[in-house]
């Protein structure tokens, strides 16, 4: 039995994985960190900057430096559900 251990996400932290995970299912690449400040609202993208940071840290996303769509989901990332904000069994 392999055991799971949840990291809380903020409710900016939920959102930006969800746009991010959505973006890449429906397009196939990810989104720039300017598509996400301007879809989520965000004021500056120093804070996409620093919820991706974040999401990284938890294991959600790899970020890739020097890439204009250096965003990756992790399978962390992947397996994480909308509703629930939890990981489907495996």
């Known amino acids: 039995m392999v055991k799971i251990i949840k ?13 991010v995970k959505a973006y890449i299912e429906k397009n196939e ?3 720039t960190i300017n598509e996400i400040q ?5 004021n ?5 900057h620093k919820l991706l940071f974040y999401l990284a840290k938890k294991g ?5 430096k020097h890439e204009r ?8 990332g ?3 559900k909308q509703k629930e904000g939890k990981w489907k069994k495996i």
């Open 60 to 64: 959600y996303v790899i970020k890739l």
């Open 69 to 76: 769509r250096g965003i990756r989901l992790t399978e962390l």
């Open 44 to 48: 500056n993208p120093g804070y996409v």
């Open 7 to 19: 990291l809380p996400l903020t409710m900016q932290q939920k959102q930006t994985l969800l746009f």
């Open 38 to 42: 301007s879809t989520l609202k965000f």
């Open 78 to 80: 992947e397996e994480y």
């Open 29 to 31: 690449y990810p989104p």
